[in-house]
């Protein structure tokens, strides 16, 4: 044994200082267990075997409470309102674009809609009379950057919330998944039906009223899965990715494990079912 | 006098609603049958409990320390509480970890830990050393390592209580074939005394018993 041996949790504070003795269970260590009761009383931290698993108990609890808060405070309430901030900022940015191409038509010829000219036009130095045009401008650029800065968030802070869906869909298709369901608890509990066509209410309100089709995919269309489908066997994909991500959000709300083989399992059923195209195609040409 | 497949003291085979169930005493915790002060301890729902049911020998009498590793929302660790000694609980999901707090309340000698169970020294200045059994229901990829990596809080004598499941390590595997790679790393440390399908209530799943070596 060295000189410098391990030290428990309670040789941080005295007995009475609870938020010291919360933070060593928290965010201490030690390179070996050794007999902790027993040292406590040596040390005169407490007198007894039942005073120390007292202490401990009330440590233990309040240190364990103190991380879940904080992770719950941390986690999927966060990401909704990140991801619904990204598409407003993103959304005003392009409508503000559009406002801005018209009035910067006045003053300049070559004026066009997009963020990328208003990125331009908020670099340059305004002429009399341009002030109002050129600080628009600004502020359009100005809410682009807020918009990737949060997709920078999303997509830094949903794996650490929804493991599996992230790694599944992509951090910020997973991100919006849980915003139009409100929550990943509810995520969790859709049915898979449910969860292929969300992000598309409207189309699916029109089919209740009788007036469309109904509809195969909602938000989960932006998925590689089904974009890269062809036309007609995008059903069956959207059904398939639609079923492992209701999975996904179930292990994710219930249990937070990472499970590795749902990528693989949706990888094999979407190769299968893009497959019958070079099938298709081996038979009739089609 | 003791026999192979006795029960640890505090644990039961009780008549709970017109059948015999295992079962502890304890505060309820997830709707289970009660009879006065007796909780039925499902083994449908829980690894250790279904060893018990099939009779392994666990080697526990009642009263142990114990290390239970992969608590989850506390199911199977409130009737451990209920007839072990001191009972550290670990596990690293903060959801769960939120329900294993309120089964914790009630049970003074119940430590929930929210911590990695690959990563001991992070609870090395908690857990006392010389742990008589160690309980472990991880379920992720590498539960021989995890045994392994915590072997070092478990006395010479103490127990590893472990449950298996084929389907974290390979979902494409035969399970046996995984059981036998789990042993073959595990015997790097311990030594198997006793091994068993829980098939009957937990498919895909083997119930070992061994000592440190
Ligand atoms: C099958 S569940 C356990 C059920 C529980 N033993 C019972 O019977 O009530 C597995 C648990 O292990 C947890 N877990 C997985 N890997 C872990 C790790 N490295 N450290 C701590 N807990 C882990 C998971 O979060 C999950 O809650």
Known sequence: MTDTEAKGWFAAADRDDEAELVAAVRDGDASEPRDWPRLAIEAGFVDDEAEYYDALHEVTTAATSAVVTERERA?????????????????TANELAERLAEWAGTIDEDAETGVEYARDLAGRTPDPGEERVVSLAARVAALADEAEDLEAFVERETPSIAPNLAALAGPTLAA??????????????QPSGTIQVLGAEDALFAHLRGQAPSPKHGIIYTHEAVRGTRPEDRGSAARALAGKLAIAARIDHYSGD??????????DRIETIQARASDDGGEDGE | MRTVSDLPAGVERREIGGQERLATRGEPVYGEPTDGEWRAWDPTRSKLGAMLDLEMDVGLEGGETVLYLGAASGTTVSHVADFAGPTYAVEFAARPARDLLSVAEPRPRLFPLLKDARKPATYAHVVESGIDAIVQDVATRGQARVALENRQFLADDGRLLLAV???SEDVTRDPGDVFADVRAELEDGYEVLETRRLDEYHVDHLGIVARPR
Do not use: F, N, T, W
Request: proline share 2%; aromatic share 2%.
């Open chain 1, 75 to 91: 986690d999927d309430r966060q990401l909704v309102h990140a991801v619904r901030a990204m598409d407003d900022c993103r959304r």
């Open chain 1, 176 to 189: 919006r998944l849980i915003s139009l369901s409100g929550g990943l608890e509810k995520l969790a509990k």
């Open chain 1, 258 to 267: 990472y499970r590795p083989e749902l990528e693989a399992e949706l990888a």
């Open chain 2, 165 to 167: 499941k084929a389907r």
